[in-house]
């Protein structure tokens, strides 16, 4: 696999979205592209009754939620059409997780990735679903599309560990992009093993991680029961969202404004630095469905 060095500079001191955005084209599909003169849309959707009270996803709940959430990103009325849409039953499809183990991919929301796949018609064979183990996975070296989904999390490098930085492990050498806070993670987004591949990105929002120190800190204080999927074509538009919720969430604990340290400036030189997609909130379309209770955007 293919491997690039960042170049690293001081550009954004703050996670205020620049007025600037650029236009997300990927080789998707016909009709996933955004069109110049169109918002980016991204999907928001929330229920009361996806946890149990072990904090566990309903497996029923969860499905409808994504199913309805990507049948409204492409204003289809039948999910499944919606997915046939997204997905070719010739289509060798690479389903990218996380596997931190404290905040992982939730395993029954991959398995529901994985059933619409198949349901489109392609060979569970041609269906790979991991995190680290991208590089010498045969699926994903010959993989024709990628769904990209993991939860939301503050992190100590890069300030969010979101959908822009689950793609960190297609790189040779991941601890390149670690400098300058991350800030030009949207490079890896050109490898050819990754370029013009990702259908679908999915932010998880069951329980985020707001607030985090150092590297590996994680304290169920600071998680909360938002029980919400983001949902989009543009990875840099979701993020960008997402962060928009974070700092919701923040000011609402704290009491008090409390940036992103380190701000997530890779999320906005995404766009400004790399035109991969749109993190201008004045350029997203925000569709909100489901539970509004605290839904803090």
């Known amino acids: 696999m293919s491997d690039k060095r960042q170049t ?3 550009f954004l001191k703050n996670t205020a ?5 650029g236009a997300l084209f990927l080789n998707t599909p016909g009709g996933l592209g955004a069109k110049a003169d169109a918002k980016t849309r991204v999907v928001l959707i929330r229920n009361k009754a996806l946890l149990d009270d072990a904090g566990a996803p309903r497996k029923e709940v969860m499905r409808q939620m994504l199913d309805e959430a990507v049948a409204a990103l ?3 009325k039948e999910p499944a059409k919606a997915w046939k849409r997204l997905i070719r039953p010739a289509d060798v499809v690479g389903i990218k997780t996380n596997e931190w183990n404290y905040l992982p991919t939730p395993p029954e929301l991959e398995a529901a990735i994985k059933k619409r796949v198949m349901d489109a018609g392609v060979s569970a064979k041609n269906i790979s679903i991991t995190d680290r183990g991208v590089r010498s996975d045969d699926v994903f070296e010959r993989s024709t599309a990628l769904i990209n989904v993991r939860p939301m999390r503050t992190h100590h490098w890069a300030g969010v560990g979101s959908l822009l930085k689950n793609y960190i492990v297609f790189s040779r050498l991941p601890f390149t992009y670690h400098g300058d ?3 030009d993670l949207a490079a890896i987004w050109e490898f050819p093993e990754v370029k013009g591949k ?4 999915v932010l998880v929002m069951f329980t985020p991680l707001f607030h985090g120190v ?3 800190h994680f304290n169920r204080r600071y998680v909360w029961a938002y029980r919400g999927l983001l949902v989009g074509t543009d990875p840099v538009a979701v993020d960008s969202t997402g962060v928009r919720i974070l700092l919701k969430k923040r000011r609402e604990f704290f009491r008090e404004e409390r940036p992103l340290s380190p701000p997530p400036k890779h999320v906005f030189l995404a766009d400004t630095r790399h035109h991969l997609g749109t993190a201008d909130p004045g350029k997203i379309e925000l569709v909100k469905l489901g539970w509004k209770d605290g839904t803090l955007i």
């Open 17 to 21: 979205a620049s007025a600037a955005a």
């Open 74 to 76: 492409l204003d289809e």
């Open 214 to 216: 150092g590297p590996h």
């Open 181 to 183: 806070s991350c800030a």
């Open 8 to 10: 690293r500079r001081d």
């Open 198 to 201: 990702t259908r679908l990105n």
